[in-house]
């Protein structure tokens, strides 16, 4: 087991050396947040997507880096996203649901489920990557019906 430390640890620095990059670029005013927000979802659904079919460590790693970057995004641009489609009035309590359905739902569901999937496939990594990638194009393409908030004046 301790040969496959050394590679846990590379990709694991990989993508989360790269997650707080994206957490500032992407928290900047005036950067375009659902656009890049869409591209960087759109890339680490692929990235999960042909991770099983590559077998090289550097190539796992880069593929790393791109969802460590996405992950780094959707924490820089879910709270202003949030501000931007429903203003600043309810912006506590939404951008508190989106939290806690990211922390408290999908936090334990996802690697309860992911480990659930290996047990009964008898480890296909596979189909557990795949549904992680599937989970991320699928925002990808939500994010496209996400339009600004615009007071009512009545």
Known sequence: MPAKS????ILT?????IFWPGSFIFGLPGVLRQHWQQ???????????IMPHL?????WAALAAIIGFAFGTLFA?????ACDCFGMAHFGAIFGLIFTAY???SGPLGPWLS???????????????S????????????????????????
Do not use: K
């Open 131 to 154: 549904y992680l990638g599937f989970m991320y194009l699928g925002p990808a393409g939500l994010i496209l019906l996400v339009q600004p908030w615009r007071e009512c004046r009545m």
């Open 6 to 9: 050394p590679r846990a640890f």
């Open 115 to 129: 480990g659930h999937i290996l047990d009964v496939t008898r480890a296909n990594y596979t189909l557990v990557f």
């Open 39 to 49: 591209v960087f979802d759109a890339g680490a659904g692929f990235a999960y997507l």
């Open 103 to 105: 922390g408290f739902v």
């Open 55 to 59: 077998a090289g460590l550097w190539l």
């Open 77 to 81: 641009v879910s709270g202003p996203l």
């Open 13 to 17: 620095a990989c993508a989360c050396a």
